[in-house]
């Protein structure tokens, strides 16, 4: 199996995200950044969090999340990303 090497450098890697957010600093992006998890195995699961700045990160929020069916459709998925993260706090 081959290894993929652990990157030296860790600067360049948010580059294009803070460029596309127009922030210049991850703390920036951080402080009004929302999140969610997907997660697909049998059926899937979508789980909002709230964010706890830019250094703690970001937490689930408990009984928030959403059941999707593995078969679901894109605008299904869609839909139900667009609500955890509008469940999802800053």
Not at 19 to 32: D, E, I, Q, R
Not at 35 to 51: C, W, Y
Request: glycine share 10%; aromatic share 6%; proline share 8%.
């Amino acid at each position: 199996s081959s290894r993929v090497p652990h990157p030296t450098s860790w600067g360049g890697l948010t580059a294009a995200l803070l460029a596309a957010a127009g922030v210049k600093s991850w703390k920036t992006f951080a402080k009004t950044a929302k999140n969610v998890s997907v997660e697909l195995d049998q059926s899937g699961t979508i789980k909002p969090s709230r964010n706890l700045g830019p250094v703690d990160g970001f937490e689930p929020l408990p009984g928030q999340e959403l059941a999707v069916p593995s078969d679901a459709s894109a605008a299904t998925w869609g839909r139900a990303v667009r609500g955890a993260l509008e469940a999802s706090t800053v």
